[in-house]
């Protein structure tokens, strides 16, 4: 088959220079006489995944770094806060992605697919690279915030599966948080979360589904109630199914 000759590598080196970048060409080409001679200057592999990760680090920066106040997981609360071990200092960093706090705890069944993560304060992400769920507790004097809480403790149990326990308290109240992977009689594998809260006097214990995860920002689109208020569809593709009456849906 004949293909008629294209000058990508013309056009590439125009449109950097347009913009004020490096020629990629001969970047790539310094980079090459550092190592020793291979097939390929660097596996298509490892630079494919590394623009997913920036990429969605370039959104990270847009949403993150202007917006301090909102509530944030772990990772960014550490990440940011100068006084943190985890700090980064980010002055000069194009994308902000998570560098520091990345010890999650994985929960699932043998010969299952579906892998929750749990991050050290227990915010939940029940499938690969999606929103996740967190928990709160909320009275008239005091919000117990999981990322904001300095000390928690987490903790693996097994009864008949594999179950990552974590329990904050700030002040007189406390969460604790259980979750695990089961297989209902069909089969089919979900993520069983469980929450109990306990406030010195009356509150919420306020069930959050946020638009980020432990990488960073992850889009939610739409939220569908469902099951008269008793389940919310999110992006029009997964379910979250609640065993006990909600006294209130909001929406923002």
């Known amino acids: 088959m004949w293909m008629k000759w294209f000058p990508w590598r013309f056009i590439v080196k125009r449109m950097a220079r347009a913009h004020g970048f490096l020629d990629p060409v001969v970047l790539l080409s310094y980079i090459n006489r550092f190592a020793q001679p291979a097939e390929v200057t660097a596996p298509v592999e490892l630079l494919r995944a590394g623009a997913v990760l920036h990429a969605r680090g370039l959104i990270n920066s847009q949403a993150i770094q202007h917006n301090l106040d909102w509530v944030w997981p772990y990772w960014v609360e550490c990440q940011f806060d100068p006084d943190s071990p985890s700090f980064v200092p980010r002055a000069f960093s194009l994308t902000h992605i998570n560098l520091t706090q990345r010890n999650w705890t994985a ?102 589904l946020r638009p980020f995860n432990p990488e960073g920002v992850s889009f939610v689109h739409r939220i569908e109630l469902m099951n008269e208020g008793q389940a919310w569809k999110v992006n029009d593709e997964h379910g979250i199914y609640f065993n006990h009456k909600i006294e209130r849906n909001l929406f923002s």
């Open 107 to 208: 929960v699932g069944l043998p010969d299952s697919i579906e892998l929750p993560i749990v991050d050290p304060r227990g915010l939940v992400t029940p499938f690969f690279d999606s929103w996740s769920v967190d928990a709160w507790v909320i009275t008239e004097d005091q919000k117990l915030i999981p990322s904001k809480i300095v000390q928690g403790n987490q903790r693996l149990e097994w009864e008949e599966n594999l179950s990552v326990v974590t329990e904050l308290s700030q002040g007189q109240a406390k969460l604790i948080s259980h979750v695990e992977v089961q297989k209902n009689p069909e089969g089919i594998a979900s993520c069983k979360m469980t929450f109990s809260a306990m406030a010195p006097q009356e509150g919420w214990l306020v069930v959050s």
